[in-house]
């Protein structure tokens, strides 16, 4: 049995054992019927989606038991192997999570991935990059390895900013104190810099999940303790505040959130992205995908019906999202979990 396989057995063992602990978590199943915007599907089938990609008109989307689901045009499955360089932990909310290609990947083939990992019985996360040649993917090199985490919090997005610059979130690890600490990585934004070496952009950060830009401005989402998830706008050596200040909360020093879900809602926000210049939110807990309007900062609208959505892409022209219904905390569906392209006529 190869680590793919055994991550796989023991996620979906995993969510049985751990019912009760999850129940508090889990989501009821979703209905696209009764979706308060339409959508259309391009691919059925997908395994726990992270992270997606589009290129040209096929989608390269990082799956949590370790591989690529290539898309073609067609609307086309074909799930490509990842050859890691350490076995992918089983953690809750582990595994292949972040992915992104590189600005050059038409003539490199080549991208960056995120991943959980086990090592002597603990879970570090990892930064690596990866090159596709015949079908499958394969570990290249490390650019940042042995980060600390927890049984979750593991953050996992990678984003590139409009300058073509790689950012990373790395969550808290569940050691709320690590945030604040310039010594470590976790709770941390990172970026990557001219020497191809990760440095510390923001801090006191709890688990940041995605990021986007608009004009130069990047926001990030956060999930909050209970309740409470913000998104933020980050700026370069500012402190979030974690965790001191959390929600409406305030402190000198320190960044209060752009916007909050505040105390009596739950979000737990994920990948973000800016579409016809509102910013689109996916929603594990919230089930939903949430609309902001970066001028009055005020949720405009909440796109429900398909379940748990861990990401949003906008290339320009359409925006396409993925649920996670099938990550054990969720209620699968028959065909889950899909791609979608939203139907904005």
């Not at 063992?13 to 915007?37: K, M, R, V």
């Not at 690590?178 to 990172?190: F, T």
């Amino acid at each position: 049995m190869n680590k793919k396989e055994v991550f796989k057995l023991k996620k979906w063992i995993f969510p049985g054992i751990l019912a009760a602990a999850l129940a508090g978590c889990s989501n009821g199943p979703a209905n696209p019927d009764e979706a308060t915007a339409p959508a259309d599907v391009i691919a059925t089938d997908l395994e726990a989606p992270w992270s997606i990609n589009k290129q040209d008109d096929a989608f390269y989307i990082s799956e949590r038991p370790g591989t690529v689901a290539y898309i073609d045009a067609e609307g086309k499955l074909e799930r490509q192997d990842v050859n890691f360089s350490s076995p992918l932990s089983s953690a809750s909310e582990a595994g292949f999570l972040g992915f992104v290609l590189k600005p050059d990947f038409d003539d490199s083939q080549e991208a960056y991935g995120y991943y959980v990992y086990e090592d002597n019985g603990n879970s570090y996360n990892k930064i690596a990059e990866f090159h596709l040649d015949g079908g499958s993917w394969s570990e290249t090199a490390v650019l940042l390895s042995g980060i600390p985490t927890g049984n979750v919090h593991h953050g996992g997005r990678l984003e590139f900013s409009e300058d073509g610059t790689l950012y990373a979130t790395i969550g808290d690890a569940s050691e709320p104190d690590l945030a604040q600490d310039p010594a470590s990585v976790n709770g941390k934004i990172l970026r990557l810099n001219e020497f191809n070496e990760f440095e510390i952009y923001s801090h006191g950060h709890r688990n940041p999940q995605g990021i986007a830009w608009d004009g130069g401005t990047m926001y990030a989402s956060e999930h909050g303790q209970s309740a409470n998830d913000e998104i933020n706008i980050i700026k370069q050596d500012a402190n979030y505040g974690w965790p001191e200040i959390e929600g409406e909360e305030t402190a000198d020093g320190l960044e209060a959130p752009f916007v909050t879900s505040g105390a009596d809602d739950t979000w737990a926000p994920s990948g973000i992205d800016f579409h016809d210049g509102a910013l689109y939110i996916a929603a594990l807990r919230g089930t939903a995908i949430k609309v902001m309007d970066p001028e009055s900062a005020e949720i405009t609208d909440s796109i429900e019906g398909y379940g748990r959505i861990r990401d949003v892409y906008s290339d320009g022209n359409d925006l396409y999202f993925i649920t996670n219904n099938t990550d054990g905390r969720g209620t699968p569906t028959e065909g889950d979990d899909k791609l979608y392209i939203l139907n904005e006529q």
